[in-house]
């Protein structure tokens, strides 16, 4: 059975970090291109980050230079540290494969970022 566990997330002020992780099982994870991914409240979900297989980064221009992704694969873990938060940074998390999408969506973790 594929899940993808979300956690990490929290209210935090401007100009703070978080380190979101996920936990994946179910399909060999190595293998797989990684992404994190975010809904905010009346948006569409949108890609933030990717990481290959391979270990190649992408970030979306808005979160360029701010957030990290990585990726553990003796623990079946994807990582994404944020900082300098801002408040339209504020959303719910999730990860998935990239590209595209393959697996059911989590719960997500929610990142609010509010003074």
């Known amino acids: 059975q594929v899940q993808l566990v979300e956690s990490g997330g929290g209210l935090v002020q401007p100009g703070g970090s978080l380190r979101l992780s996920c936990a994946a099982s179910g399909f060999i994870f190595s293998i797989y291109g990684m992404g994190w991914y975010r809904q905010a409240p009346g948006k569409q979900r949108e890609l933030v980050a990717s990481?290959?297989?391979?270990?190649?980064?992408n970030y979306a221009d808005s979160v360029k230079g701010r957030f990290t992704i990585s990726r553990d694969n003796a623990k079946n873990s994807v990582y994404l540290q944020v900082s300098s938060l801002k408040p339209e940074d504020t959303a719910v998390y999730y990860c998935?494969?990239?590209?595209?999408?393959?697996?059911?969506w989590g719960q997500g973790t929610q990142v609010t970022v509010s003074s």
């Open positions: 998935n494969n990239y590209p595209p999408p393959l697996r059911s």
């Open positions: 990481i290959t297989s391979g270990g190649r980064t």
